[in-house]
Structure formats: structure tokens, C-alpha cells
């Protein structure tokens, strides 16, 4: 069992810059393939970010690559969302994931934890 809390979320223009944080606890993080996914109102969850466990190699969705960074700190057991040139249409609450083991997906069905959620608003 793990348990995932994100941070960082809030209100930000658009163009502007927010760094999402994932604290984890309850296992040895860096076994766990991590990934940022989203959700807007009224939309299904989506594929955002992830980075494998075991050589960091990271994955983006196209929506975001050259503008997001995905990265990860495990004797701090944080994963992390640096997120640049912010666009209205980023607004969503995003989750962080987790999954033992892992290949670091773009399906939600990929990841066996899930944090709360925090709240990014991106306004024109």
C-alpha cells in the first residue's frame, strides 16, 4: 500500500508556471512507476505524464511535451510537475499515480494508487 498527496495547485494566468508536487508514503518509492494524469469537467481522466521506476525514462502526452517536466526524487519520495506556458485549456484537477513495478503507462488501468487531486486553474 501507498499513499499519494499532491500540492502545488492554484489560480495562474495563462503563460505562467506552477510546480505540482506527489509526496508518497508506506513504500519504498522508487520501485513505483509514477504518472500525472488530469481530469477536466465533464471529461474523462487523461494521460499527463509518467516516468518508469527503474531508469527514469519519462513519456509525455503531446498536448503538454516541451511545455511540462516530469521528474522525480526518491530519497525525498516526491514526484514532481514543473508546469510552463500555461494554456486555459490545462485546467483540470490533476493526480498523481502509482504503480509497483510498473512501465509507467498512459492508461489509468496502468496505476494501482491515486492521490486526492489538486486543483490547477489556468485563466486567459
Known amino acids: 500500500q501507498v499513499q499519494l498527496v499532491e500540492s502545488g495547485g492554484g489560480l495562474v494566468q495563462a503563460g505562467g508556471s506552477l510546480r505540482l508536487s506527489c509526496v508518497a508514503s508506506?513504500?519504498?518509492?522508487?520501485?513505483?512507476?509514477m504518472g500525472w494524469f488530469r481530469q477536466a469537467p465533464g471529461k474523462e481522466r487523461e494521460f499527463v505524464a509518467s516516468?518508469?521506476?527503474?531508469?527514469?525514462?519519462?513519456y509525455y502526452a503531446d498536448p503538454v511535451k516541451g511545455r511540462f517536466t516530469i521528474s522525480r526524487d526518491n530519497a525525498k519520495n516526491t514526484l514532481y510537475l514543473q508546469m510552463n506556458s500555461l494554456k486555459p485549456e490545462d485546467t483540470a484537477v490533476y493526480y498523481c499515480?502509482?504503480?509497483?513495478?510498473?512501465?509507467?503507462?498512459?492508461?489509468?488501468?496502468?496505476?494501482?494508487?491515486w492521490g486526492q487531486g489538486t486543483q490547477v486553474t489556468v485563466s486567459s
Open positions: 508506506g513504500r519504498t518509492f522508487s520501485n513505483y512507476a
Open positions: 516516468i518508469r521506476w527503474n531508469n527514469g525514462i519519462t
Open positions: 499515480a502509482a504503480a509497483r513495478w510498473g512501465d509507467a503507462g498512459t492508461s489509468t488501468h496502468a496505476y494501482n494508487y
